[in-house]
């Protein structure tokens, strides 16, 4: 019986690897996409500005959007996450809309919620601790009191 790892076909990096060839040209597959998709968007501009400027239009913009389309989808930030530049864009634009506001588990809450005023606590946290560990201690003689003769509320009752 012989084991094999998969991982790097089916894992977060199984594309990495993945080349293409195009007219004796070995490219890798995403960046290939990336090129041609932004080559394709850059018609409509190349005729605009070729009824401009001439000839050089149709050196100038495919070559512009190739790299603009590069830069944005296959290009990655230094810091962080190291996300694509798109993601990077449309994460700051998010976060300043939402500057000022409460979020909880992502979901940006509405202005009419309960909470007024959200401030840094003002308790030191070796007294915050103080105070935990005394609430934990346990209180000899007591025990805990439990009410079995209440009545049960079953959903299919």
């Known amino acids: 019986m012989s084991l094999y790892s998969l991982t790097h076909l089916t894992g977060r990096k199984r594309n990495v690897d993945r080349k293409i060839i195009v007219l004796t040209v070995e490219a890798n597959k995403a960046s290939f996409i990336v090129t041609v998709i932004s080559v394709g968007v850059s ?9 401009i400027i001439g000839s050089p239009a149709l050196v100038i ?4 959007f190739a790299f603009a389309g590069w ?3 296959r290009y990655r930030s230094k810091k962080g996450l190291q996300l694509p530049m798109y993601r990077l864009l449309l994460d700051r634009g998010r976060a300043k809309q939402l500057r000022g506001k409460a979020l909880v588990c992502g979901v940006p809450m509405s202005d009419e919620s309960a909470i007024t005023k959200i401030v840094s606590s003002s308790v030191p946290a070796d007294r915050l ?3 935990a560990a005394e609430e934990l201690t346990p209180v000899y003689g007591q025990t805990s009191r439990t009410n079995n003769d209440a009545p049960r509320h079953d959903i299919f009752a």
């Not at 018609?43 to 009824?51: D, E, K, Q």
């Not at 913009?61 to 512009?64: A, F, I, K, R, S």
Request: charged fraction near 5%.
């Open 43 to 51: 018609i409509l501009p190349t005729v605009i500005l070729y009824m």
């Open 61 to 64: 913009m495919p070559t512009l």
């Open 129 to 131: 601790a103080e105070s």
């Open 71 to 73: 830069w944005l989808f």
